[in-house]
């Protein structure tokens, strides 16, 4: 039985919690603000990513901290040492997102500390629910897929019939406006499960950056600005930066006025629990009335 743990990942933070596992949760990261419980842990890293930058900003200086081998996340050993932890959950999906799973595991060998390191990777929405059910076994919830992850399921069984019959239209979601990223990992599942098309996506793969001449060229029925990191507030300013691009303005998204930002942190880009309630909010952009 696990009953000390630190959640290096917000996401992860999200999911524990959900799945009932809050109370041993004893250190989180500076970005783990859901749910309000976590805020209230100790921080046990730190970014070199200072607020307030642009976009273009941020991908500037987390290019160059990558081309000269600078981390982008701290780790407080002290801290996490005098934690005691019986299990750390990290991650291995992307270095920009949050500390890798192999840097926690030299850190704890080099402290000798006792605790498991169970590095939480899905790359589709269905590997979610499985990597969910994972954590829930590790800690010791049993060997059955929790009733919580059943009832996230059924909703997005719903979602998918409400939208079945509909015409899908060709969706184009920017996760990060400057330069232009298209999205990889589960987000194209989500797309799809919503009723749409999505365009210059890499579905299970990595997000990549393309082109304003690829975004021209995309025909693009939807246009969603959801930019990692961000809230909805901070989506829409570079939404209406993206909107004032003349390669945007021919996109049929434009003349239909089908333009949307999106709270990526909410809804989007971390995979836990509030993905399924970015399927729904995609189905109603998408299929207003459906």
Known sequence: MVDRIVSLLPSATEVLWFLGHGERVVGVTFECDTPSEAAGLPTVTDTIVPAGLTPSE????IRRAMEEGSELYTLDRQLLQSLDPDLIVSQDLCRV????????DAAVAALGCRAEVFSYDPMTLDQVFTEMANLDRLIGGGTDEPAAI??????????EARVADRDRPKVLLLEWPDPPFTPGHWIPDQIERAGGTALLAHPGGRS????WEAVAESGAEVLLVAPCGFDEAAARTQLDEVMARP????????????CHALDADGLIVRPGP??????????DLLHPGA
């Open 58 to 61: 941020i991908d500037e200086l």
């Open 97 to 104: 997102c949050a500390l890798p799973s192999g840097d926690v």
């Open 150 to 159: 059943g009832r996230l399921r059924a909703r997005l069984a719903e979602v």
């Open 208 to 211: 990549s950056e393309t082109t």
């Open 247 to 258: 390669e945007v303005a021919a996109l049929p998204a434009v003349a239909g006025g089908r």
């Open 274 to 283: 509030r993905l399924v309630d970015g399927v729904e909010a995609l189905a």
